[in-house]
């Protein structure tokens, strides 16, 4: 297996324009999370999704940010509009419940997000 | 609301050295722990996870405990090589919702291993 992977892999754009983030989990995990890395808040867990649906979204700072995972194997984060304070590094990952109740994450490179 | 916090934010030592790095926990509803690298660039590499019922993990020259009652962890690095320089981050899974929620990290320690 390919591992998890993220497109793009850089992004860069300007304020109010739309940016949509893609996932595709390794096949078969059944759980699917978004983390957002910054200097100064560091890994944050935006949403998280079982089997393609949202369980917590909690995390999502504002309207601006969307979620959706039509199907087992894509997810995407979008933000429209965006806004410089939303440059960070986005980190998709996936895992799979094992019999012992441990769910060990395999994380994406990470789509690194530059918003001007 | 569980809070993470992992100390010294970097350390820089000699290659060979052997050293800790801690971690710590504000709610020890835990259902596990886990430790992760980072590479510059790069995404989370998972280390070691220790159940919430376990007190230590163990992969080759790495060992990290569980204090669940104090709410600490240690990753133990024994005989540090400059490959093992990277950020490596703690992070726990509450025990709420079968396990299966999402992780909170802490901010991470910066480890340099000079040749």
């Known amino acids: 297996d390919a591992g998890v992977i993220q497109s793009p892999r850089h992004e860069v754009t300007e304020m109010g324009q739309e940016v949509t983030l893609r996932c595709k989990p390794i096949s078969g995990h059944d759980y699917l999370f978004w983390y957002r890395q910054t200097m100064m808040r560091g890994l944050e867990l935006l949403i998280y999704?079982?089997?393609?649906?949202?369980?917590?979204d909690s995390g999502m700072p504002e309207d601006r940010f969307s979620a959706k995972m039509p199907n087992a194997s894509f997810s995407n984060l979008k933000i429209q509009p965006s806004e410089p304070r939303d440059s960070a590094v986005y980190f998709c990952?996936?895992?799979?419940?094992?019999?012992?109740?441990?769910?060990?994450?395999?994380f994406g490179a990470g789509s690194r997000l530059t918003v001007l | 609301k569980q809070e993470v916090t992992q100390i010294p934010a970097a350390l820089s030592v000699p290659e060979g050295e052997n050293l800790v790095l801690n971690c710590s926990f504000t709610d020890s509803a835990i259902y596990n722990l886990q430790w992760f690298r980072q590479d510059p660039g790069k995404g989370l590499t998972s280390l070691l996870l220790i159940q919430s019922s376990q007190r230590e993990q163990t992969s080759g020259r790495l060992n990290a405990s569980l204090d669940k009652s104090s709410g600490r962890s240690t990753l133990y690095i024994a005989a540090s090589q400059p490959g093992d320089s990277a950020t490596y981050l703690c992070a726990v899974r509450p025990s709420s919702g079968g396990g299966a929620d999402g992780l909170t990290f802490g901010k991470g320690t910066h480890l340099i291993i000079q040749p």
């Open positions: 990952a996936s895992s799979q419940r094992t019999d012992s109740g441990a769910n060990v994450l395999t």
């Open positions: 999704f079982n089997n393609n649906v949202p369980i917590d």
